[in-house]
């Protein structure tokens, strides 16, 4: 499968979708650090994809998502942002209702 064509695929198939480096558990740089901690706290399942151990995506997705850094956050195929924008919706209360009401249509639609 083509990068690109498994980067949309990915995105289609999760509502939320953090492209981060390393896991939420174990992150390898304070922004994807900051960025998972913030999603976590939002207390509802998201999925996440490694770019350290998916050098192509890692390559492939800056350009694809016309936004040059990691973590990038996507919501119901939507482009959120970095970790700065994660961070300053997380602390004004915007990004909580978008992913509870985000994991709330997927939940329905399985």
């Known amino acids: 499968m083509e990068t690109i064509e ?7 198939q999760n509502a939320i979708i953090l ?3 390393g896991s939420p558990k174990l992150p ?3 922004f ?3 960025a998972a901690q913030a999603l976590m706290q939002c207390g509802h399942q998201f999925a996440y994809v490694d770019i350290l151990q998916n050098p192509d995506i890692r390559a492939e997705l800056p350009a694809f998502a016309n936004w040059p850094t990691f973590p990038q956050l996507w919501v119901e195929g939507e482009l959120i942002g970095g970790c700065d924008i994660i961070m300053e919706m997380f602390q004004k209360g915007e990004l909580q209702p978008l992913i509870k009401e985000a994991a709330e249509r997927a939940a329905s639609n399985d």
Request: charge should be positive; glycine fraction near 6%; hydrophobic fraction near 20%.
């Open 28 to 30: 390898s740089c304070g």
């Open 19 to 21: 492209y981060m480096k």
């Open 6 to 12: 498994k980067i949309k695929s990915q995105i289609e």
């Open 32 to 34: 994807s650090s900051q």
